[in-house]
């Protein structure tokens, strides 16, 4: 079983700025893939961000240029860098690590893009 707990979620005007962060447990994170996915309210839950155990990134276009996934393998934790954000960014944040087919998910952190 993987534990995964997000953190950094917020109010922020547009245009402005916010790093999310997830840890998840076990002694072999850096075999996990990780990943950001998003859900607004009456919509499904859909890929943000991932980055895989090597290091390499994918994004939804929506968010290319404007999100950042990183992760320390060394604290066991992925972040999430959101700039320049827009009111439609808004949703609950879910991390996500996917580890010998199976999918383990934090319980989200909720992210309002509002003036």
């Known amino acids: 079983q993987v534990q995964v707990v997000e953190s950094g979620g917020g109010l922020v005007q547009p245009g402005g700025s916010l790093r999310l962060s997830c840890a998840a447990s076990g002694n072999i994170f850096s075999t996990y893939r990780m990943a950001w996915y998003r859900q607004a309210p009456g919509k499904p839950r859909w890929l943000v961000a991932s980055?895989?155990?090597?290091?390499?990134?994918n994004y939804a276009d929506s968010v290319k240029g404007r999100f950042t996934i990183s992760r320390d393998n060394a604290k066991n934790t992925v972040a999430l860098q959101m700039n320049s954000l827009k009111p439609e960014d808004t949703a609950v944040y879910y991390c996500n690590a996917f580890w010998r087919s199976t999918a383990y998910w934090g319980q989200g952190t909720q992210v309002t893009v509002s003036s």
């Open positions: 980055i895989s155990s090597g290091g390499s990134t």
